[in-house]
């Protein structure tokens, strides 16, 4: 596939319980960034990544969220001790080099739902 | 604080008119603004870009216009057709670091 793949689409999960989130950015895309939507919001930047390490996580709202990046490729988003306030759309985008000089190719999102 | 903003939730224009979608921004230290445009249950598309040292650019049936000294840019879109119905998200980074979005204008073109 061409474009920036996100898995699951959609997720379901119970407060208090454990969370994973995955993306696939467009191969050769060096930089990563996760951003989360809530309704009639526009998207609120939580971590972006260049290569495996992660250049600024100032988005990420506790110590319950964390993002992975170990090859520097796939993404893979934690959230521990969900909380019903946790319930948004998390989108990943990719983009070639970073910002500066491409823009970001964004997935279909994961639509988090805690209940 | 909301840097970037979209006062207008919501917008309809007539199939073949323009549609003129705006943004104000406060950051003084943002340089590089994007369009993004969203349809239900898909990620943003990107739509078209400008950096602060042009104030205009032009891409096919879409212009983004920056008034630098206003602190605002809009989206014009010459002339409307049904598929350009969607959700824009105006965004502005500084110096290519992390985009700050707006909160969106839903665009409803009208047959």
């Known amino acids: 596939g061409a474009g920036v793949s996100q898995t699951p689409s959609n997720k379901v999960t119970e407060k208090g319980k454990y969370v994973e989130l995955r993306c696939d950015p467009i191969?050769?895309?060096?930089?990563l960034y996760w951003y989360r939507q809530s309704l009639g919001q526009g998207p609120e930047f939580l971590i972006y990544f260049q290569g495996t390490g992660a250049a600024d996580d100032s988005g990420l709202p506790n110590d319950r969220f964390f993002a992975v990046r170990p090859e520097g490729s796939v993404s893979t988003l934690k959230i521990q001790r969900t909380e019903r306030g946790d319930s948004a759309v998390y989108l990943c985008?990719?983009?070639?080099?970073?910002?500066?000089?491409?823009?970001?190719?964004f997935g279909n999102g994961t639509r988090l739902t805690v209940t | 604080d909301q840097q970037v903003k979209q006062n207008s939730p919501s917008l309809s224009v007539q199939e073949g008119r323009i549609s003129i979608l705006n943004c104000d921004y406060t950051n003084s230290m943002f340089d590089y603004f994007l369009w993004y445009k969203k349809y239900p249950a898909e990620g943003p598309t990107f739509l078209i870009s400008?950096?602060?040292?042009?104030d205009k650019n032009e891409d096919g049936r879409f212009t983004v216009f920056l008034n630098k000294s206003a602190k605002h840019l809009s989206l014009h879109i010459v002339p409307s057709q049904p598929g350009d119905s969607a959700v824009y998200f105006c965004a502005a980074s500084p110096k290519g670091e992390k985009l700050t979005f707006g909160t969106g204008t839903r665009l409803t073109i009208i047959p």
């Open positions: 400008i950096s602060s040292i042009k």
């Open positions: 985008a990719s983009s070639l080099i970073g910002l500066s000089n491409s823009p970001l190719h």
């Open positions: 191969s050769g895309h060096t930089a």
